[in-house]
C-alpha cells in the first residue's frame, strides 16, 4: 500500500509501450491515465505530480541506460516499473539480465515508495514470441518481495479472468491491452496501491 504525504508528491511510471500507452488504445485513456485520474482529481491531490516515462520497445536494460531521464531526474516519491513484455522475447537466456537491471534500477532509487508490475498476459498466438513470459512474470514478483515493493500482479489476475482461454478480449493485438485491458490494468494497480477504486465518469 502506498502512503500518501500530505505534501505534494511525485509519482513516476516507467515502463514500456504498455505504459506508455500508444496506438492500441484508439485514443482511450492509458491505464496510467486512468490512475492519474484518481491521484490528482479523484483524491483531490492536485499538486501532486505524475510522470509517464514509459518508452515503446524498451526493455529493462534500456530504462536502467537511460536512468536519469527517465526517472532520476524527478527525484520520485513513488516510482512504479512494469517491464518484462518485450524482455522475455529473449527467452530465459534473457531472464538474468532483466533480473540484474531491474534491481539497479530499484537501487538507484533508494527512499521511494516502489511499484512493480507483472506484464499482462499475452494472446495464444503472442506466445510464440514470449513463451517464457511468466518466468518474467516470476521474477518480478521475487523481487517485489525481496524489495518490499507494492506488487501489481496483472499476470495472476487475468489468469484468474481467462484461465487458459485466450486473452484477447482484452488486447489489441497478440501484446498490448486494448481500452478494456487498460481500465482493467488501471483497476488492480489502484486496488494494490491501497488508493481505491476508480470513479465513474
Not at 7 to 36: K, Y
Not at 64 to 82: E, M, Q, T
Not at 119 to 132: C, F, M, N, W, Y
Not at 139 to 166: K, M, N, P, S
Request: glycine share 8%.
Amino acid at each position: 500500500m502506498i502512503e500518501l504525504s500530505d505534501q505534494p508528491m511525485t509519482w513516476v511510471f516507467a515502463g514500456d509501450s504498455i505504459t506508455q500507452a500508444v496506438l492500441h488504445t484508439h485514443g482511450a485513456r492509458g491505464w496510467v491515465e486512468h490512475v492519474h485520474e484518481r491521484i490528482r482529481w479523484q483524491l483531490d491531490r492536485l499538486t501532486d505530480i505524475v510522470v509517464n516515462t514509459g518508452v515503446s520497445g524498451w526493455r529493462a536494460p534500456a530504462v536502467l541506460a537511460h536512468y536519469h531521464h527517465l526517472i532520476g531526474r524527478f527525484a520520485p516519491d513513488v516510482l512504479s516499473i512494469s517491464l518484462g513484455t518485450n524482455d522475455a522475447r529473449a527467452g530465459l537466456a534473457g531472464l538474468d539480465e532483466f533480473s540484474t537491471a531491474m534491481r539497479e534500477i530499484i537501487a538507484r532509487t533508494p527512499g521511494t515508495q516502489l511499484v512493480l508490475h507483472t506484464p499482462v498476459l499475452v494472446s495464444i498466438a503472442g506466445q510464440a514470441a514470449r513463451g517464457d513470459q511468466p518466468a518474467y512474470c516470476q521474477a518480478v514478483r521475487e523481487i517485489a518481495a525481496d524489495t518490499g515493493a507494492v506488487l501489481v500482479d496483472h499476470e495472476a489476475y487475468w489468469r484468474a479472468e481467462f484461465g487458459e482461454d485466450d486473452p484477447i478480449g482484452w488486447l489489441d493485438d497478440p501484446a498490448h491491452p486494448n481500452p478494456l485491458g487498460h481500465r482493467r490494468m488501471a483497476d488492480l494497480s489502484l486496488k494494490a496501491m491501497g488508493l481505491g477504486e476508480l470513479d465513474e465518469l
